[in-house]
T-cell receptor, first 113, second 116 residues
Framework: DVKVTQSSRYLVKRTGEKVFLECVQDMDHENMFWYRQDPGLGLRLIYFSYDVKMKEKGDIPEGYSVSREKKERFSLILESASTNQTSMYLC????????????FGSGTQLSVL | GENVEQHPSTLSVQEGDSAVIKCTYSDSASNYFPWYKQELGKGPQLIIDIRSNVGEKKDQRIAVTLNKTAKHFSLHITETQPEDSAVYFCAASRLHGSGNTGKLIFGQGTTLQVKP
């Protein structure tokens, strides 16, 4: 089975901190994604990557950056955390040619105080 | 860009009844429509998907129908069971020729509760 692992289930940070959310997939998938999930808003795409060292902005990239140095790892970075970034963050991956069939991690619930 | 609206936001049914969740999309070029199920404490999981060259697809107790003219698609769950209780998300995207696609745009989600 495909496994997408997010490093933390719960995270509490203070405003202004730099925050790293890590995601690792074990199925050699080309594509990786970061979404945030908020009640009533569904899942919104922050950034995605189709290849190592490649990244593209999603619908809500402001305040975020990403890093993909290795194929299996995709990191989301909050340069200076703010309270409006309190949310559930979901990482996903999908194989080449099947960009839509996403496999999600269990999520990281981030609280910024 | 694409916009996906999903209704209802919450749905409560009695075990054994059917449940229907509806989504509308705005981009007539969208041609791929998946449904994801998210159980408590887990990430969403793909349960069924449909492409625009097909009007209906069924997998055991779940089915999806697509009306391209009206730009809406629906998830149907028959003979609901307590384990069907979850949050369901619809989504839409436009397939590119290479298979490496554009973005999936998700609906707002529907919380389904199946009462025993």
């Amino acid at each position: 089975d495909v496994k997408v692992t997010q490093s933390s289930r719960y995270l509490v940070k203070r405003t202004g901190e730099k925050v790293f959310l890590e995601c690792v997939q074990d199925m050699d998938h080309e594509n990786m994604f970061w979404y945030r999930q908020d009640p009533g808003l569904g899942l919104r795409l922050i950034y995605f990557s189709y290849d190592v060292k490649m990244k593209e902005k999603g619908d809500i990239p402001e305040g975020y950056s990403v890093s993909r140095e290795k194929k299996e790892r995709f990191s989301l970075i909050l340069e200076s955390a703010s309270t409006n970034q309190t949310s559930m963050y979901l990482c996903a991956s999908s194989p080449q040619g099947m960009g839509e069939k996403l496999f999600f991690g269990s999520g990281t619930q981030l609280s910024v105080l | 860009g694409e916009n996906v609206e999903q209704h209802p936001s919450t749905l409560s049914v009695q075990e054994g009844d059917s449940a229907v969740i509806k989504c509308t999309y705005s981009d007539s070029a969208s041609n791929y429509f998946p449904w994801y199920k998210q159980e408590l404490g887990k990430g969403p999981q793909l349960i069924i998907d449909i492409r625009s060259n097909v009007g209906e697809k069924k997998d055991q107790r779940i089915a999806v129908t697509l009306n391209k003219t009206a730009k809406h698609f629906s998830l149907h769950i028959t003979e609901t069971q307590p384990e069907d209780s979850a949050v369901y998300f619809c989504a839409a995207s436009r397939l590119h020729g290479s298979g490496n696609t554009g973005k999936l745009i998700f609906g707002q989600g529907t919380t389904l509760q199946v009462k025993p």
